[in-house]
């Protein structure tokens, strides 16, 4: 029976990283890139569904079982300061009934980094590290970082910039005019 193998890449400072959902060894694409194995959440896919269909969304990841080296090199960016903002790509890819890769990954969803966690858990001489990722996508980013929404002007250029072809953008300002309207139901 086919199936299909999440695989995560953000491309941080220090160099590109790679995983796949799942345990065991290594996992190599069809174009020869090594993606390392990790677990996700739970509810990891649930999210990722919903990041993949909805349009505003900050997903929030959990991996665990991340290697040393890797997780060395990210809490290196990560004291530097250089994590927010890193591009974070979910791809799936199709395998065989031997889960061999068919094809190339497809890309699901594209953000940034907007927030990284490390947290460190100890039960008796095992210390368990989790690296909690928060990415958004770029409709998420129309807010400010203080929380405010994007002014009707700043609105305006937002769009200019990520659809230059597309008429002005007048949302912002039918907006407040909704208030007054009554929605009525066919009256058959």
């Known amino acids: 029976m086919a199936s299909l193998r999440i695989l995560c890449q953000v491309d941080l400072p220090s160099g590109t990283l790679r995983f796949w959902d799942g345990s065991g060894g290594a996992f190599i694409d069809p174009d020869g890139e090594i993606y390392r194995s990790c677990v996700l959440t739970e509810d ?97 980013l129309r807010s400010v970082t203080n929380g405010a929404v994007l002014s009707d002007v700043d609105q305006r250029a937002r769009a200019k910039v990520s659809n230059p072809l597309a008429s002005d953008d007048r949302f912002c300002e039918r907006i407040p005019g909704l208030k007054d309207k009554t929605i009525r139901w066919p009256n058959w």
Do not use: M
């Open 44 to 140: 990891a896919l649930s999210q990722i569904e919903a990041a993949i269909n909805a349009e505003a969304f900050t997903l929030t990841l959990v991996l665990s079982g991340v290697d040393g080296d890797t997780s060395d090199k990210v809490w290196e960016d990560y004291q530097a300061g250089n994590i927010v903002g890193s591009p974070f790509r979910i791809l799936l890819q199709k395998c065989d009934d031997l889960d061999q890769p068919v094809g190339s990954p497809l890309v699901r969803f594209t953000g940034a980094v907007a927030n990284l966690n490390f947290v460190d858990q100890a039960s008796g001489d095992n210390i368990r590290s989790t690296i909690q990722v928060d990415i958004a996508n770029r409709f998420t």
